[in-house]
């Protein structure tokens, strides 16, 4: 092999792992165990959300998204108002 398809070689496979950490560092979620919701009566499932933050874009549920552990797309704006009047 030449020096220049080792190097290519090389600059590749660095792009590839770097690129794999950047992607898996943006989509960094949270496991939310099982829980009893005494106000419904009902059993809350064991699930992943995204890792909390201030941004309403990078949820699972916002339009334009997808949740990878369900495969659903998003349907909720991110524009939407969470107060009922």
Do not use: C
Request: charged share 20%.
């Amino acid at each position: 092999m030449k020096k220049t398809q080792f190097l290519s070689l090389i600059v590749g496979v660095a792009l590839v792992f770097g690129l794999v950490g950047f992607v898996g560092f943006a989509e960094a979620a949270s496991r939310v165990r099982g829980y009893y919701k005494p106000s419904t009566g009902r059993y809350i499932m064991p699930h992943y959300r995204t890792s909390p933050n201030k941004s309403k874009f990078d949820n699972y549920s916002t339009k334009g998204n997808y949740n990878p552990y369900t495969g659903k797309k998003g349907t909720v704006s991110p524009f939407r108002s969470n107060y009922r009047w």
